[in-house]
């Protein structure tokens, strides 16, 4: 039988110190985002989400691309926020991805490997 996977918004921001990953626990890290709820779609659940976890407001959001992972179908936004990130709700750090460092999801290495590999093809 086959599980029904949970939608999911999903935000990518690059900044000039990396793209923002935030987590619970300062051992792995995620992209922000999370699962849509009643009456929602993906877009709003990634704004709603971005503001929960880190306190951005959305300045401007581009959808990018649909992800499957095992679990959550995941769609892809690149947003420009307005704001600081902090970390705030169930979210305790914030830090920026540079390729190497904080330690990721494995679902964030891979969405993210994506994005990089057909950023231009994306971003039209």
Do not use: C, W
Not at 61 to 70: D, G, R, T, V
């Amino acid at each position: 039988m086959m599980a029904i996977k949970r939608r999911r918004g999903t935000a990518i921001i690059e900044t000039p110190k990396g793209i923002l990953v935030v987590s619970h626990n300062d051992k792995t890290y995620n992209l922000p985002g999370g699962g849509v709820e009643t009456g929602e779609n993906q877009k709003q659940a990634t704004i709603r989400e971005l503001k929960e976890e880190t306190t951005l407001e959305t300045n401007q959001i581009e959808f990018l691309f649909n992800f499957e992972a095992l679990f959550n179908n995941h769609h892809v936004y690149l947003i420009e926020p307005k704001g600081t990130a902090k970390p705030n709700h169930e979210i305790k750090y914030v830090k920026y991805y540079n390729g190497t460092n904080p330690k990721i999801s494995k679902v964030t290495y891979e969405i993210l490997s994506y994005y990089q590999a057909n950023k231009f093809q994306l971003r039209r």
